[in-house]
Every structure is written in structure tokens, then in C-alpha cells.
């Protein structure tokens, strides 16, 4: 009978092992689980708050201002059901506040070079979330083309921006076939966009400059008539600067 006690004795604590070890092992498994969840989470909070805070006020359309509030405060409620401890909580109740007041912030079109440079990876980012969250079934695929068409034109803007803003110093600097160059590339870029929108009228205005540029390059040592050239030149450009309508007009409708 002694025997018979061993074994039952040893199957028992077998058992016991094997249950010890299968618990464990699933313990593991959701603390690795719950480790990634808390890290994907503060990756996409940090994200999100350099998106909020990078972009200028009033820069982002309406419906993106709206995604990335939505996106920073449901990752921070999501961290605060994960560590209660945090003081997630609090913080998303400080960015609806941002939001509320993000919704009253004047319209801007137009960026720095510095802002110009700044929102550029912050737009591919958030590009890429929209269509992360559209393949995942999260997000309307409607909603997220017209979301991500409205990153894409403001890519373009800051894009084309850049590049007059490089003109401009350019030409500050005398560098006249430099400055060409730049206004060039952007009037490019600007009648790759003709099928989505009519840029004709700023097109024209781009290539005025750029006569007048290269006028003024061909007469540089003319300089009784470079003085009107140049003055001409800036008529030219100051009419496309103040045209704000090829910016906002598809981009908010």
C-alpha cells in the first residue's frame, strides 16, 4: 500500500507542477502582453502629443485637429485603465481642454520656414496612422481618404512653401539662378496638382516671377533696367502671396 501512496503522491505532485508551470507560462504571456500594449501605447501618446504641439494653431483642417485630439486622448484613457496609478487621467482632461480651445484658434496659411520644415514629418506620421487605422477596420474607409487627401495637400503647401521660402533668400542673396530654380520646382509641384484642383491662376503668378527673374538675370549688367525688373518681381510674387485661396479652398470643404 506504501507504494501505491508514492504514486499517488508523486501523480499528485506532478499535477501540481504541470499546473504550476501552465499558470506561470500564462502569467508570463500577459505580462509580456500587457508590457507591449503599455509600450505601443506610450509610443503613440508621445507621437501624438509632438503632432499636437508641433503643429501651428488653426494649421490643421477641422476633421485632422479633431483625429489627433481623439487619437491622444483615447491612448491616454487607455493608459490610465493600465496604470490607474499614472496620472493619465488628469492629462486627458488637460488635452480636451486644449481641444476645446484648439477649435477657436484662428486660421493660419501660412508657415515659417521653421514651421514649414517642422510639420512635414509630423503630417507623413500622422498620414501613416490614418492608414493604419483604415486597414485595420478602425477608421471609415471614406473617412480616412479624406482625411489622408487633406494630409496630402498640406504636404504639398509646406512643401511648395519651402521651396519659395528658399527663393526668397536666394534672391536676397543675388543668387538669381538659384532663386529660379526654387520657384521652378515649385510651380512643378504645383501642375502636378492641376487634376485635383485649379492652380492655374497661381501657376501663372509662379511663372511671372520667374520671367521676371530670368530678365533680370539676362540684364544684369543693365542696371537702369534691373531696378524696374526687380521691383516688378516683387509685384509679381506679392500677388501670388497674398492668393491664400488655392490652400484652404479644397482643403476645408
Not at 504514486?7 to 504541470?18: D, E, F, H, Y
Amino acid at each position: 500500500m506504501s507504494s501505491v501512496y508514492i504514486i499517488i503522491a508523486l501523480v499528485a505532485l506532478l499535477t501540481l507542477l504541470v499546473c504550476y508551470a501552465f499558470i506561470s507560462q500564462q502569467l508570463a504571456k500577459k505580462r509580456k502582453q500587457r508590457l507591449r500594449l503599455l509600450n505601443a501605447l506610450k509610443q503613440r501618446l508621445e507621437l501624438f502629443k509632438q503632432i499636437a504641439s508641433g503643429m501651428p494653431a488653426g494649421y490643421l483642417p477641422g476633421e485632422l485637429n479633431a483625429l489627433v485630439y481623439q487619437a491622444l486622448i483615447s491612448t491616454l484613457e487607455q493608459l490610465a485603465k493600465i496604470s490607474p496609478k499614472q496620472n493619465y487621467a488628469a492629462e486627458a482632461n488637460e488635452h480636451q481642454k486644449q481641444f476645446n480651445a484648439s477649435k477657436e484658434a484662428a486660421d493660419r496659411s501660412r508657415l515659417t520656414p521653421e514651421q514649414a520644415a517642422q510639420v512635414q514629418p509630423l503630417l507623413k506620421e500622422l498620414a501613416r496612422y490614418i492608414g493604419a487605422q483604415a486597414e485595420s477596420g478602425r477608421l471609415p474607409k471614406t473617412q480616412a481618404s479624406k482625411l489622408l487627401s487633406q494630409c496630402r495637400r498640406l504636404l504639398l503647401q509646406s512643401t511648395i512653401e519651402g521651396y519659395i521660402n528658399q527663393a526668397k533668400q536666394a534672391r536676397s542673396d543675388k543668387k538669381l539662378r538659384l532663386a529660379i530654380h526654387h520657384y521652378s520646382t515649385a510651380r512643378k509641384l504645383l501642375l502636378k496638382e492641376a487634376g485635383q484642383q485649379d492652380v492655374t491662376k497661381q501657376v501663372a503668378q509662379l511663372s511671372a516671377v520667374i520671367t521676371k527673374l530670368e530678365q533680370e538675370d539676362a540684364a544684369l549688367n543693365k542696371p537702369a533696367s534691373a531696378s524696374t525688373d526687380e521691383a516688378d518681381t516683387s509685384k509679381a510674387w506679392d500677388e501670388f502671396e497674398e492668393d491664400e485661396d488655392w490652400k484652404k479652398k479644397q482643403l476645408y470643404d
